[in-house]
């Protein structure tokens, strides 16, 4: 079984950052892909970034785009998200979930992930 620890969330204030991590045994393995996805109340979870270490690719959502950065550090089997210049409207629970092989799916799509972490909040507010 999987298990992913996320941490790294809290209140900060608009266009303040945030780094978010993502840990788990599996990240020492050479190959699997991790997405970052969030939920606000009362909304559906979203897709924020992912990463495929298979080949490097990363793919961010629209309304993260130039703001948000997702890397790897292999030697600590972690994943982080580097939030930058952070809106009210990211407030949400991050999660983090992550497959061993993608196999022709979005990386941004929540069906895709077979484990997930327990989220961490993100609060952006003045």
């Known amino acids: 079984q999987v298990q992913l620890v996320e941490s790294g969330g809290g209140l900060v204030q608009p266009g303040g950052s945030l780094r978010l991590s993502c840990a788990a045994s599996v990240f020492t393995l050479d190959y699997f892909a991790i997405g970052w996805f969030r939920q606000a109340p009362g909304k559906g979870r979203e897709g924020v970034s992912c990463?495929?270490?298979?080949?490097?690719?990363?793919d961010y959502a629209d309304l993260v785009k130039g703001r948000f950065t997702i890397s790897r550090d292999k030697a600590k089997s972690t994943v982080y998200l580097q939030m930058n210049s952070l809106k009210p409207e990211d407030t949400a629970v991050y999660y983090c979930?992550?497959?061993?092989?993608?196999?022709?799916?979005?990386?941004?799509?929540?069906?895709?992930?077979?484990?997930w972490g327990q989220g961490t909040q993100v609060t952006v507010s003045s």
């Open positions: 979930a992550t497959v061993s092989r993608l196999n022709g799916r979005s990386c941004l799509r929540t069906t895709t992930y077979a484990y």
């Open positions: 990463i495929n270490t298979r080949d490097g690719f990363t």
